[in-house]
């Protein structure tokens, strides 16, 4: 043994041929951390110091290669100041081209995903290797940063410029086909023929038959583009990506910046001018938030599988209630791999769920996404039905009639009389609570909620409903069910609007409140999409549909009366009792045509704003930053209640919940990190300043008790 760590080995193969192992103990990944990083340099140092060695060969003892650096050290490394981040970055930089610079061949055998710093190491290689189902890229842009570790500097050099900004400015995982097209690999073999493939490589590399010195020397000169190609390159590409990638998101752009920077250096040079763009980077509040989210994913990902060990397994589905929601629910649970029965008392109601289902997997098969025979199994994983006749062998039942309670407790009831004892039902609700629904259930214990977000296929998030009866089985079954079916699933606790309409209908309230004053809604929802939300609060309500806010609204002034219920009409009630219903008639807030390619369009509608002026209760003027401020303090205070009311348990579920749900802007992280950014203090002295609004605004006891004690939500 010539090296032995805790993540590295280094031993001696055949004929002065080395191994170097990556197989961090302890851990089911490899990973660049701290320990990783040094026991390289001293790998390394050792293969350097010993002159019998002639080439050297790298490997994985785990499934994956290496999935990237070690994101939990972020946080703290991000904290140094610029100087100590810069040093530090060159310092694992030179470990990386100490490697480049072995004076024999190397051979990277990747046999799973290489990412980020993962792909990185491999790029310091001469020669790579990929297994057929392995996968590499560089996704830092994700994160709000760019690579660190030499990449934007060696992938330019080795795969061309225009391929090196298409992988690093989209941050995409790349197949092995894709990678050996452009260079990024030099061959491809099937997973159990990797390591001899990589020994032969190193093998004809140290004969002479191959050239290792000549592939290497790009990656330490200065890219071949002369200044006028280079121009082109780099200037097209800043302009599309920054159209892409728009205001909130700058890592894409800084990254092809960085690579022009460095362009006309050699490789040591080039690393620097990487290192310091990437400091820069690690400094913004983005960085911060996206990094934030990533470490709250992965929280969420554990707690979900905290649940597997209770949960039983789902073989057979069924959801009560075709239809659009009905034929999304049984699409993403059949093209999952789990079959379901779709129940519905009318055969035109089967139709439309069946129509929903084979459009979605249609469109599937259409991007080559799916092949029709998989298409054609998830179809037939579908059993439309309309009797109870099978349902003694359903394992779960997810009830999707229309939002009424009366409607719903039967439906329920009458599904309870013909499943299994053990059989979990779950109710498919936005508002309606679930232990009113409880009531009139003999197993309240197999009941939960089950709310899915729409369209189903494209939202990630589940909300998993705890009644006060719902047993810890239920809870798990369900979650397990929703991982299985592809979606985020987070645990709440009952109450009106449960987490995510809870804290959305404030936020229509303060929008309610700006139209109140004369706002126009079209600036409204400009300053909004400005501020990072997908769409603004009139065209999202167009969306929703004005009856469905219009219900909720309802559910949600019954269930918290001291602020959510309103005097008077508002813009919903006008829109409503107009027949205006959003996209769904063609007529709300807009009017909506068909665009060429059969989607709707949003126009102007003068009708829109004559009815608005009904509701007019005084003019005021507002400045966009008061109509941010209207907008989202009684969003954050709503979130800030259900974290403290233990509707969610955490920090990162409350955030994550709203940016899976309803699309909160990610490069702001979620409400209470975006409090934090504001600092808690200063969020509530804004909040103040708009106290005479009424309760929505009103900063919670707790929540003042945190301002006084400087606490933050996060770290």
Not at 16 to 40: H, M, P, Y
Request: aromatic content about 8%.
């Amino acid at each position: 043994m010539i090296y032995e760590g805790k993540a590295i080995t280094v031993k001696a193969l055949e004929s002065g041929i080395v191994e170097l192992n990556f197989d961090l103990k302890g851990e089911s990944v490899n990973k660049f951390n701290r320990l990783t990083l040094n026991e390289l340099r001293q790998s390394v140092d050792a293969i350097k110091a010993d002159g019998s060695i002639k080439g050297v060969i790298v490997t994985s003892g785990k499934d994956v290669f290496i999935v990237g650096a070690d994101i939990t050290e972020f946080t703290d490394n991000f904290k140094l100041s610029d100087e100590e981040l810069v040093a530090g970055n060159l310092e694992a930089n030179r470990i990386f081209s100490d490697f480049e610079d072995l004076p024999v061949p190397t051979v990277v055998a990747i046999n799973g995903i290489a990412l980020g710093g993962g792909f990185e190491m491999c790029l310091a290689g001469d020669y790579r290797v990929i297994s057929e189902s392995a996968k590499i890229g560089l996704p830092e842009v994700k994160l709000g940063i760019y690579p660190g570790f030499g990449g934007t500097v060696r992938l330019p050099r080795v795969i061309g410029v225009d391929n090196a900004i298409e992988w690093i400015a989209s941050g995409k995982e790349n197949r092995a086909a894709d990678a050996l097209k452009v260079g990024a690999v030099d061959a491809v073999v099937k997973a159990d023929k990797l390591k001899e493939a990589a020994l032969d490589l190193v093998k004809r590399a140290i004969s002479g038959e191959l050239d290792y010195k000549a592939k290497r020397q790009p990656k330490l000169e200065k890219i071949k583009l002369n200044a006028i190609e280079q121009m082109m390159a780099f200037e097209t590409a800043k302009g599309f990506v920054a159209g892409q990638a728009g205001p909130n998101y700058p890592a894409p752009v800084e990254a092809i910046k960085s690579i022009q920077k460095a362009a006309n250096f050699g490789r040591d040079k080039a690393l620097e001018v990487e290192a310091n763009g990437f400091v820069k980077l690690a400094k913004t509040s983005v960085a911060e938030s996206l990094i934030g989210l990533f470490l709250n994913d992965q929280e969420l990902k554990k707690k979900a599988k905290q649940y597997d060990e209770v949960a039983q397994d789902v073989k057979l589905a069924a959801v009560l209630g075709a239809g659009i929601m009905g034929g999304g629910i049984a699409y993403q649970s059949a093209s999952k791999g789990t079959p379901i029965l779709m129940k519905d008392i009318r055969e035109e109601g089967i139709q439309m769920g069946l129509n929903e289902a084979a459009k979605l997997l249609g469109k599937r098969v259409e991007k080559g996404r799916m092949k029709p025979e998989k298409m054609a199994e998830a179809l037939n994983a579908i059993r439309p039905t309309m009797s109870y006749g099978d349902f003694g062998n359903v394992d779960i039942v997810v009830e999707a009639v229309v939002e009424n309670p009366k409607v719903k407790q039967i439906v329920l009831a009458e599904v309870e009389d013909v499943v299994r004892e053990d059989t979990i039902l779950a109710s498919n609700t936005s508002t309606i609570s679930i232990n009113l629904l409880a009531k009139a259930l003999k197993r309240p214990e197999n009941f939960v909620g089950m709310h899915f977000f729409n369209p189903v296929h494209m939202m990630p998030l589940v909300e998993v409903i705890r009644g006060e009866k719902s047993s810890d089985a239920a809870v798990a079954t369900t979650v397990a069910y929703a991982k299985k079916m592809g979606k985020n699933p987070i645990v709440v606790n009952d109450c009106p609007g449960f987490l995510v309409n809870r804290v959305l209908f404030p936020y229509f309230g303060g929008f309610s409140k700006l139209l109140g004053f004369g706002v126009d809604f079209v600036r409204i929802d400009k300053v909004m999409e400005k501020f990072g939300w997908p769409m603004g609060p009139a065209y999202l309500s167009d969306v929703v549909g004005i009856d469905t806010g219009h219900h909720g609204r309802d559910v949600m002034a019954e269930g918290f009366p001291d602020r959510m219920a309103v005097e008077g009409k508002t813009a919903v009630d006008v829109m409503y009792e107009a027949n205006r219903l959003g996209q769904k008639n063609g007529k709300g807030f807009y009017a909506y045509e068909t665009d060429k390619r059969g989607k709707p369009k949003k126009v102007s509608d003068p009708q829109a704003y004559e009815l608005l002026k009904s509701i007019v209760v005084e003019q005021r003027e507002v400045t966009d930053e008061d109509i941010i401020n209207f907008m989202m303090i009684p969003l954050c205070l709503e979130t800030v209640r259900c974290l403290e009311d233990g509707i969610v348990e955490t920090a990162a579920e409350a955030d994550m919940g709203l940016i899976y749900g309803i699309g909160f802007p990610p490069f702001r992280g979620g409400a209470l990190r975006y409090i934090d950014s504001i600092g808690v203090a200063e969020f509530v002295a804004l909040a103040d300043k708009y106290a005479d609004l009424g309760a929505l605004y009103h900063p919670t006891a707790k929540l003042r008790e945190m301002a006084k004690n400087g606490q933050k939500f996060f770290g």
